[in-house]
């Protein structure tokens, strides 16, 4: 297994580890490994121990919150080299691909375009044909690996219909900070109430203690996932790599569908909320996303810094949506157009103010798009970062329940507006969860867009919102962790970590 040692050495052949698309970084560690198999995983995890050193996991680094960032004179182990694609299982009648925590999800994308032309066999995958299936988490970065999607529940666009990760795993295989393992899968039926019990491969019996909360029944991805009906597999999706490794992965794969999709241009928000909810209220419906009048001049203003070509928006546009509708044969789009048209109208928009993206390759462009506006805003972000040493975005990624999304958003320009800072809100209106990026220039900007992150985090909790929804706590939003939660449940969420890793060996300074 390749391994680098010493803080110097790691500084100079492998910097990028020092920092994931947060650009937070938290000092240069002392070793990082890179395993090929799991019991190069237990060897790296051995080692450190033996240095009493702590681990911090390390994915794609295409994180928001610091997570993947390892500590300063601890150590690192990135997945990157347990990367093969293993074999195609069936569960219920039900494909299952089953990977290493390193593949990432454009590999997945790309194996199932084709699997038969994957440089190597993969047991099983005969039986998919060409294009016949896709696994639906998008969270938009595809270099983003299986495992640190799985660490942070991720979503996307698609969520919207087809949930986050969490829906899609049939099993996860584990390995504890002493090496020991476990498999934990989805029972088909889901009927008998977890007791709390995690059964290592070598027998022993962990008892994970209570947690005093129920997960909020909004778009989450704050703290250790409880509920009544959760299984043991439901706790460490989401668990931000505290608790165990992702060693191997079974997800459930779903035939493919045809998309056909558009962006649609309104003159205001109002216009764009209400063809969101009529968009809620139709079936086939993938992904509703939005973007304000500050990304529409995101975009219009960074053009020629972006990857793929857009052409100009109709005028006075000031709000858009993205959607997304699966035509299964049943459901055409051109059985619903009048419909649609009729609604477009309604909030000031219409077809003629539409991209569309009926073909594959328009459909492509829009994909495209929607990457490129928090993929730009990061690049400003690097760029400002360069003048001013501590910059970095601010950006929320809450969810709000559905009867309090319009008043909250509307408090919440209130506030951002007051403070005269740049900004840009967009994302995922289906689930009425908005990032709101704030975008400092300087040290004073940075100072007041926190101040005003802690209120809008406020105005989240306070109208039963969440605090993540999609990208997880990692290191930057711990103290709102605790706010949401209050002591008594982080309390219970450092004894469930106690319970797994009585060390406090993995994922130092994640979550609380
Ligand atoms: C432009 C852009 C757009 C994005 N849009 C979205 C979006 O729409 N929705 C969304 O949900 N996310 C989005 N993200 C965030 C990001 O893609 C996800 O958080 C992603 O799931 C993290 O995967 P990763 O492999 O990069 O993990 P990393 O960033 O490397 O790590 C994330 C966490 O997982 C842990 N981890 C990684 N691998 C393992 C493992 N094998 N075992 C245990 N723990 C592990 C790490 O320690 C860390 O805590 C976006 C990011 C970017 C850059």
Redesign the pocket.
């Known amino acids: 297994m390749k391994h680098i040692e010493g803080a110097e050495k790691i500084r100079q052949e492998f910097p990028d580890i020092l920092h994931?698309?947060s650009s937070f970084e938290s000092g240069v560690p002392e070793s990082v490994y890179f395993p090929e198999t799991a019991d190069d995983l237990r060897t790296a995890l051995s080692a450190a121990s033996a240095k009493g050193m702590k681990v911090?996991?390390?994915?794609?680094?295409?994180?928001?919150t610091g997570?993947?960032v390892p500590e300063e004179g601890n150590c690192a182990i990135t997945?990157s080299a347990m990367n093969r694609i293993r074999k195609v299982e069936h569960l219920d009648g039900r494909p299952v691909l089953v990977c290493d925590?390193g593949v990432t999800l454009e590999e997945v994308g790309r194996f199932l375009q084709s699997p038969a032309a994957w440089p190597y066999k993969v047991c099983g995958s005969e039986s998919l044909g060409n294009e016949g299936f896709f696994y639906p988490p998008d969270?938009?970065?595809a270099t983003?690996?299986l495992?640190?999607?799985v660490?942070?529940n991720?979503?996307?666009?698609r969520s919207y219909l087809f949930g986050p990760s969490r829906r899609h795993i049939a099993f996860l295989e584990l390995m504890f900070a002493n090496g020991d393992t476990a498999v934990v899968r989805r029972s088909a039926d889901n009927n008998t109430p977890w007791n709390r019990k995690v059964i290592t491969e070598s027998g022993s019996q962990i008892l994970v203690p209570p947690l005093p909360y129920t997960s909020p029944g909004i778009k989450n991805a704050s703290g250790y996932y409880n509920s009544p009906d959760m299984e043991a597999v439901d706790l460490f999706i989401g668990s931000?790599?505290t608790l165990a490794?992702?060693t191997g992965i079974g997800i459930f794969l779903h035939p493919k569908v045809r998309i056909v999709s558009g962006l649609s241009f309104f003159g205001c928000d109002k216009g764009a909320f209400d063809f969101a909810d009529f968009l809620r209220n139709e079936n086939s419906v993938a992904a509703i996303e939005f973007f304000d009048g500050g990304s529409l001049s995101f975009i219009d203003r960074y053009r020629n810094r972006m990857s793929g070509s857009f052409p100009e928006f109709p005028v006075d546009s000031k709000a858009a949506i993205l959607w997304e509708y699966i035509e299964n044969g049943l459901g055409n789009f051109e059985n619903e157009m009048e419909k649609w048209e009729e609604a477009l109208l309604d909030c000031g928009s219409s077809f003629d103010s539409t991209w569309s993206g009926f073909e594959d390759s328009e459909n492509k462009r829009l994909h495209n798009f929607r990457?490129a506006l928090?993929?730009t805003i990061?690049g400003i972000i690097a760029q400002n970062k360069r003048s001013c040493a501590g910059i970095r975005k601010i950006g929320t990624d809450s969810a709000f329940p559905a009867g309090r999304f319009r008043n909250c958003y509307k408090e919440m320009m209130r506030l951002i507006n007051k403070s005269n800072l740049t900004f840009a809100a967009f994302g995922h209106l289906g689930d009425y969860h908005i990032h709101i990026n704030l975008i400092p220039y300087s040290a004073d900007e940075l100072s007041k867009a926190l101040g005003l992150y802690d209120e809008l985090m406020s105005l989240a909790i306070s109208n039963g919102g969440t605090v993540s929804a999609?990208?997880?706590i990692?290191k930057i939003k711990k103290k709102y962790l605790a706010a949401m939660y209050g002591e008594e449940g982080i309390a219970a969420m450092r004894a469930v970590k106690s319970s797994l890793d009585p060390q406090g060996m993995l994922?130092p300074g994640?979550l609380f």
């Open positions: 994931d698309e911090t996991f390390v994915g794609g680094r295409t994180g928001t997570g993947a997945f925590p969270p938009t970065e983003a690996q495992g640190g999607t660490a942070t991720a979503s996307g666009a931000e790599g490794a992702i990457h928090p993929e990061n999609e990208h997880g990692g994922n994640n």
